[in-house]
């Protein structure tokens, strides 16, 4: 009977470990490769054994890149802050008021949650060029606010829904209006919520390609399609390559090992009750 | 509970709705007008350009539409029937506690969290021909397939990467789930003498269909609607081999320019995305309120 328990637990380990070696192995190729010469990564097939060097970071980072990764922070954090202003307090009436065309447009907001990003990117060219504010960063910085919309308002909704209201109520009393009531009563209360809504808003703005294709041009063009356009141009350089998609990869892996938990909870939410 | 003064939620609600009219809601509009103009990349829609149903129907009945509709269908049945079986396979396994169990979960959620065009980069890498590690290892014993080169190694490629990817999604999800299964009924029925194997078929499965369901439509919809690692991976080729149905609305509209075919393939996509979205929302509405 131990015996079997003990081997319960074994295969247990057996099998998460297997797991984890299936999802670290490719990123630890892409580090690792990012970390050599172009003559390491031809001349003798792939290892792990090797003389590490950073000449592929500045290589990457002497062109224009830089500049890349520079547009893809402003719009990160310009976008996630917008957004994040915007859902709550969309959530914020979606949750604490009765208002004409409230139920269509909670039904909008988790329909439109996934339109297909190769759906939207084509009619967005035409627009954003019509009305002027193609290829500029605060197009893309809209574009991207809309997109993340949608889930940040039903993240918020829930954390909402468990703040009680008594603390608005004895606000009210208190003679405190709608604007300050939101501010300074309701945002710091749903600060987890934030959090979780910051991460995932953040990462789509962060990682997103294929909007952004079409709404840049060489100067406001961001880190993600930057590193499309290495692979296209002609001889793919595998260390230059991969160096960019460290720097790619790196504040979403950051915020993975700051924030697990956060994560696992936007995950799963609206899915599992509690 | 709900307050009745009826310009404060209008404030508050309509910046976002603003946004998402002007950003999600005009888009849709436009890609419904865009269908009926046959139109190149920089041309403004005019009188002349316009071709009715005609281009749904040229669409529709393009035999390159219907590999790649048939490569979807291909792709999204075999991840996500892979994908559920093995992550709700580890999450039965691994329920019971194990030390170390939350470094291993933000272990697995690494790969959804980096960016598609990163997942696509790497498997490049990985599968690469000459270069990659998979060859080097292949070749002690001999072999050195053209993993990209050929059509249907091209597709295992790119079944890998999205199972690399989202395999953990599914783990994560079922496990949460069974995390939240009443353990009284498992209890009773080993009692009972009930095999383990009876208790997952008899009882964890049942309890846990709900949010197998909800995984199942959700890994459904993003494997429809997703292009990016694919068009960093293979960019749809060899031939059509890897041309999902998404990746061909977005190179037809981009490299060979016919605006309306790409526009009316968006909408007959929007059609099924939705389909599959209202069947998500009818099982897990996180915007209802409680006891509605």
């Known amino acids: 009977m131990v015996g079997s328990k003990q081997a319960a637990v074994v295969a247990r380990y057996v099998a998460v470990v297997a797991l984890a070696v299936f999802v670290l192995l490719p990123l630890a190729v892409m580090v690792a490769t990012s970390l050599k010469t172009q003559r390491q990564i031809f001349d003798s097939g792939f290892t792990f054994l090797f003389t590490p060097t950073l000449t592929s970071y500045a290589d990457v980072l002497e062109g224009r890149f830089l500049g890349y990764l520079g547009n893809s922070v402003v719009v990160g954090v310009v976008s996630t802050l917008l957004t994040l202003l915007l859902g709550t307090m969309c959530a914020y009436a979606l949750s604490r008021f009765r208002f004409l065309g409230r139920s269509s447009l909670a039904v909008g907001t988790l329909l439109v949650r996934t339109l297909p990003p190769a759906v939207l990117a084509i009619p967005l060219y035409f627009i954003w060029n019509r009305i002027g504010i193609g290829d500029t960063l605060s197009g893309l910085i809209l574009a991207y606010v809309a997109l993340n919309l949608p889930f940040t308002i039903w993240l918020l909704y829930g954390f909402l829904e468990q703040v009680p209201i008594e603390l608005e109520e004895a606000a009210i009393v208190d003679g405190a209006g709608p604007l300050r009531i939101f501010f300074a009563v309701i945002l710091p209360l749903v600060k987890p919520g934030l959090a979780a809504a910051a991460i995932f808003t953040f990462r789509i703005a962060w990682n997103e390609l294929v909007i952004a294709s079409v709404l840049t041009n060489r100067t406001t063009r961001t880190a993600p399609y930057a590193v499309y356009l290495f692979i296209t141009s002609e001889g793919i350089e595998w260390g230059r390559l991969m160096a960019a998609g460290v720097l790619v990869a790196l504040p979403p892996l950051l915020f993975t090992f700051v924030a697990a938990r956060q994560i696992i909870a936007g995950l799963t939410a609206g899915a599992v009750k509690g | ?292």
Request: proline share 6%; charged share 10%.
């Open chain 2, 1 to 292: 509970m709900t307050r009745n003064t009826s310009i404060i939620p209008v404030m508050f609600a309509a910046p976002a709705v603003l946004v998402m009219a002007i950003g999600l809601g005009w888009p849709v509009l436009e890609s419904l007008r865009l269908s009926f103009y046959e139109l190149r990349l920089g041309e403004t829609v005019t009188p002349s350009a316009f071709r009715g149903l005609a281009i749904f129907w040229e669409a529709l009945s393009d035999p390159s539409v219907h590999t790649s509709m048939l490569v979807t269908l291909k792709f999204a049945f075999v991840v996500v029937a892979l994908e559920m079986l093995i992550g709700v396979g580890l999450a039965l396994l691994l329920e019971a506690p194990i030390r170390g169990m939350s470094a291993f979960r933000t272990i697995f959620v690494l790969p959804m969290m980096i960016a598609p065009i990163c997942v696509g980069l790497i498997w490049r890498y990985m599968f690469d021909t000459n270069a990659g590690p998979l060859n080097t290892w292949l070749a002690h014993i001999g072999l050195k397939p053209e993993w990209l080169a050929d059509p249907g190694l091209a597709f295992f490629a790119i079944c890998i990467a999205d199972i690399w990817q989202f395999t953990p999604f599914v783990f994560i999800m079922a496990l949460a789930g069974l995390q939240g299964v009443d353990h009284s009924a498992i209890e009773a029925a080993r009692i009972d003498g009930a095999t383990p194997w009876q208790i997952i078929t008899y009882i964890k499965l049942p309890l846990l269909a709900p949010i197998l369901m909800i995984t199942l439509l959700m890994r459904l919809i993003d494997a429809l609607r997703g292009l990016e690692v694919v068009y960093a991976l293979t960019n749809g080729g060899p031939g059509l081999s890897t041309e999902l149905f998404p990746l061909h609305i977005y190179k037809s509209a981009f490299v060979t320019q016919r605006m309306g075919h790409s526009a009316a393939l968006s909408i007959c996509l929007l059609f099924v995305t939705t389909l599959l979205s209202v069947a998500l929302l009818t099982r897990a509405n996180p915007l209802r309120r409680q006891g509605e």
